[in-house]
């Protein structure tokens, strides 16, 4: 089935320095969520991007949906200890309501 | 703060034991969700309600897998008799019913043991 890949699977950074991490998907998509998980706790929703070429910022984050709607990213400008964490994009399949969640990418931040 | 509250927290139990998972959506949420998480697969959909009817339970196991709302308050996942391949972190998710692209809520999840 449809489904989305996303890499890397890990990053390790520097603090400070800057990541980023994308979506792929073989068909288009009639939207993306990007969730993060801390270690040992749950999804929590960040951001939804609908329209082609999207762009979302929160703060330090920057969240981009492709012209195509076939592919996202999700970045991070100067990494804190506070990013560390799973990032996963997910969409719904149709008019279904449950997500198809990507493998995510895990940021591990050295100090 | 509204949350989505899940119980147990942890459950460790033997191979063939009955598990059931609960968790209380978030008040006013009228979908639900049950997700699954391991390290091969990643998080899974199991089943969603609406209004209480389920949606879409094409993602659980049928033979062993049951869930129910048996009021709007609850939510429970029940798996009869467990295996050690149920091991993983059963998360429960409400949102407002509005469809497509609508926010999830996560509960912290309930990690199970299956020995």
């Known amino acids: 089935g449809q489904q989305v890949m996303q890499i890397p699977q890990y990053q390790h950074v520097q603090e400070g320095e800057d990541f980023t991490t994308y979506c792929n998907s073989s068909?288009?998509?009639?939207?993306i969520q990007w969730y993060k998980q801390r270690p040992g706790g749950h999804p929590v929703f960040l951001i939804q991007?609908?329209?082609?070429?999207e762009v979302k910022k929160q703060k330090r984050l920057t969240f981009q949906f492709g012209e195509a709607k076939k592919n996202s990213s999700l970045h991070i400008t100067a990494t804190q200890t506070t990013d560390v964490g799973t990032y996963f994009c997910a969409y719904q399949r149709g008019g279904a309501d449950g997500l198809t969640f990507g493998k995510g990418t895990h940021l591990i931040i050295q100090p | 703060d509204a949350r989505v509250t899940q119980t147990p927290r942890h459950k460790v139990t033997e191979m063939g034991q009955e598990v059931t998972m609960r968790c209380q959506p978030i008040?006013?949420?009228?979908?639900v969700f049950w997700y699954r998480q391991t390290m091969m697969q990643g998080l899974e959909l199991l089943a969603y309600?609406?209004?209480?009817?389920?949606?879409?339970d094409s993602g659980m196991p049928k033979d062993r897998f049951s869930a129910e709302m048996p009021d709007a308050t609850l939510a429970t996942l029940k798996i009869q008799p467990s295996e050690p391949r149920d091991s993983a972190v059963y998360f429960c998710?409400?949102?407002?019913?509005?469809?497509?692209?609508?926010?999830?809520?996560f509960g912290p999840g309930t990690r199970l043991l299956v020995l």
């Open positions: 998710a409400s949102g407002l019913g509005v469809g497509a692209g609508e926010t999830q809520y």
């Open positions: 008040l006013g949420h009228n979908t």
């Open positions: 068909t288009t998509l009639s939207n």
């Open positions: 309600f609406r209004n209480r009817a389920p949606l879409d």
């Open positions: 991007l609908v329209k082609s070429g």
